[in-house]
């Protein structure tokens, strides 16, 4: 005879793919990302793991500029780089920290990572994890506990927060 025991299993803790926090799902929701933001790029399109959340997005000109994750990547999230058709995944940590090239791709021309554009991922982070955390407080009480150090963020990140941070 055969017996096979089911337990009920928790939910792991997800990690976000900015600060480095882990959060429950449960509690903390992103937005979910427009299917026609994954559908441009070919092996997020191709994945069964759907849906995708948004954690940061900025428009500079004809050229988008995302984070996403979902809730089964291997790998905390993917950073995209969209202009009309084209798409280009990056990993979201270059993405934040302004690098180009991976020492053996280099994103082209059109989709340069400058300070205005990192300065609007960032902005739109706080943004959407302030709504996400239920508040400014809320965020920045979870970023405290379990998330990357100020000093750990990239500079124009880091600048950022310590604009946010004296907003009231």
């Not at 053996?104 to 902005?123: E, F, I, N, Y």
Request: proline letters at 7%.
């Amino acid at each position: 005879m055969l017996l096979v025991c089911t337990a009920a299993q928790a939910q792991p803790p997800y990690s976000d793919p900015i600060f480095g926090m882990t959060y429950d799902a449960k509690l903390i929701h992103f937005e979910q990302a427009p299917a026609s933001v994954v559908s441009r790029c070919q092996t997020l399109k191709n994945l069964k793991t759907k849906p995708f959340w948004l954690f940061a997005h900025a428009k500079i000109g004809d050229t988008d500029y995302f984070i996403l994750s979902n809730r089964t990547t291997d790998v905390s999230g993917v950073g995209l780089i969209e202009r009309g058709n084209e798409c280009i995944e990056w990993l979201p940590e270059r993405l934040i920290n302004g690098e180009s090239t991976d020492g053996k791709d280099t994103l082209p021309k059109w989709a340069p990572l400058t300070d205005p554009v990192l300065k609007a991922l960032a902005q739109d982070a706080f943004r959407r994890y302030t709504q996400a955390f239920g508040g400014k407080n809320s965020f920045l009480e979870a970023l405290k506990k379990g998330g990357l150090k100020p000093d750990e963020l990239p500079k124009v990140f880091r600048d950022e927060l310590a604009v946010f941070s004296l907003q009231p």
